[in-house]
Each structure stands twice: as structure tokens, then as C-alpha cells.
């Protein structure tokens, strides 16, 4: 059995400043992490994946994830916020071999200016 | 490019009917996915299918069905029997339905939402 929890459905952020998005997992197997972004009306896209590599994973438009097995965290950061960063954010587990995907069910980042 | 192309956008469906949604792929991708994404929800699977003509059922399967019969298309029909069907549907699709699975990605279409007339 896998889940994921995401642990805050908004966080809020001015342009500029970190950003820090937090996600908790739990896992049967040796997990495979994922984040991906939504905008509004649009599909899901991928910003990383971890897959049992190096611990530090580095995504697309500048964020990154660091996987901690003794915290089972995978928590997204970014050093600093773009207003397009504006988006819902979904943390995804998969426990391997022939499991399926758990959406962790978002956080939606607001930037303000 | 390649990709996954959901149709329509939008669809309505009227009370008592079928509606049937649409997704393509041009990955040559063996694995295709059904959510159905509801506010604050995250997403729920309906469908999957690892290989042509064959197909099983995720955690919300009733009240729809699918079929699997090219590599490239996986239609998703809304059925009467699903009473609740206003959501965002997402088509989804990864490499290697077998063993890594697990490991890879899925990539994703931009979406069918469907309302009640």
C-alpha cells in the first residue's frame, strides 16, 4: 500500500522570495517521487522524479526536491518565486513493479507581486 | 510534436445519456490512464490499460468504461449509471507497462471537463 500527504492545501508566497511545498509518503516498496504542476485547465506536467538515484533531484524552472527515507519527505523547493509559479502542485508516489500512481491531492502556490 | 490529444474541451451531458470521451497518443507509449479530478480531491484513476485489449479497473471505475483496441487510443464513455459526472477528466500514457512501470512518468493531455445540462 503507498499514500502521500501533502501538508498544506495553499501556501502563499511574495515574487522573489523561497518557496517551500511539503510532501510526506508512504510506501510498501523502495519509492519512485514525482512532482508535477497544474495550471488551470490544463493537463499535468512534470517538473522531477526521484527513482532511487541521487537524493537531490533537480527539476525544471529552477525547482528542486530532496528525498529524505528516515522523514519520508519529498519536499519541493525554490530559491525564488516567479509570478508563473502561480499553479496547484501535486506530489505523486509510486510503490513500484506493478503499482499505480497516489496523487497527494495538491497545493495550489499563490505569488503575489 | 509528440503527445496525448484529449477531445472535446468542454462536453455537457444530458440527464440519462452516454458520452464518450476521447484520448490519443502518438508516443508509441504501451500504458494509458483515466482520472477524474474533482476540487481539492487531488486525482482518482478510473481506467488503466498496460497493452491492447486489455484493461482493468482503478478505484472509481463505476459507471464507466473503456476500450483498448489500438495502441494509440483509449475513449473513456460516461455512462447513465454515473451519477455524479461533472469533473475534469485527464488522459494519461507512460513507457513500459510492465516491471518499471512503477519508475516512470505518465504524461498527460490537457483535459475533458464535463458538465450536467
Known amino acids: 500500500a503507498q499514500s502521500v500527504t501533502q501538508l498544506d492545501s495553499h501556501v502563499s508566497v511574495s515574487e522573489g522570495t523561497p518557496v517551500l511545498l511539503r510532501c510526506n509518503y508512504s510506501s510498501s516498496y523502495s519509492p519512485s517521487l514525482f512532482w508535477y504542476v497544474q495550471h488551470p485547465n490544463k493537463g499535468l506536467q512534470l517538473l522531477l522524479k526521484?527513482?532511487?538515484?541521487?537524493?537531490l533531484v533537480k527539476g525544471i524552472n529552477g525547482f528542486e526536491a530532496e528525498f529524505k527515507k528516515s522523514e519520508t519527505s519529498f519536499h519541493l523547493t525554490k530559491p525564488s518565486a516567479h509570478m508563473s509559479d502561480a499553479a496547484e502542485y501535486f506530489c505523486?508516489?509510486?510503490?513500484?513493479?506493478?503499482?499505480?500512481?497516489?496523487f497527494g491531492k495538491g497545493t495550489m502556490l499563490l505569488v503575489s507581486p | 510534436d509528440g503527445g496525448i490529444t484529449q477531445s472535446p474541451k468542454y462536453l455537457f451531458r444530458k440527464e440519462g445519456q452516454n458520452v464518450t470521451l476521447s484520448c490519443e497518443q502518438n508516443?508509441?507509449?504501451?500504458?494509458m490512464y483515466w482520472y477524474r479530478q474533482d476540487p481539492g480531491q487531488g486525482l482518482r484513476l478510473i481506467y488503466y490499460s498496460h497493452i491492447v485489449n486489455d484493461f482493468q479497473k482503478g478505484d472509481i471505475a463505476e459507471g464507466y468504461s473503456v476500450s483498448r483496441e489500438k495502441k494509440e487510443s483509449f475513449p473513456l464513455t460516461v455512462t447513465s449509471a454515473q451519477k455524479n459526472p461533472t469533473a475534469f477528466y485527464l488522459c494519461?500514457?507512460?513507457?513500459?507497462?510492465?516491471?518499471?512501470?512503477?519508475?516512470?512518468?505518465?504524461?498527460f493531455g490537457d483535459g475533458t471537463r464535463l458538465s450536467i445540462l
Open positions: 508516443l508509441n507509449h504501451d500504458a
Open positions: 494519461a500514457s507512460s513507457i513500459q507497462a510492465v516491471r518499471e512501470r512503477g519508475n516512470q512518468p505518465q504524461h
Open positions: 505523486v508516489v509510486s510503490g513500484g513493479g506493478y503499482s499505480t500512481l497516489t
Open positions: 526521484y527513482t532511487s538515484a541521487a537524493t
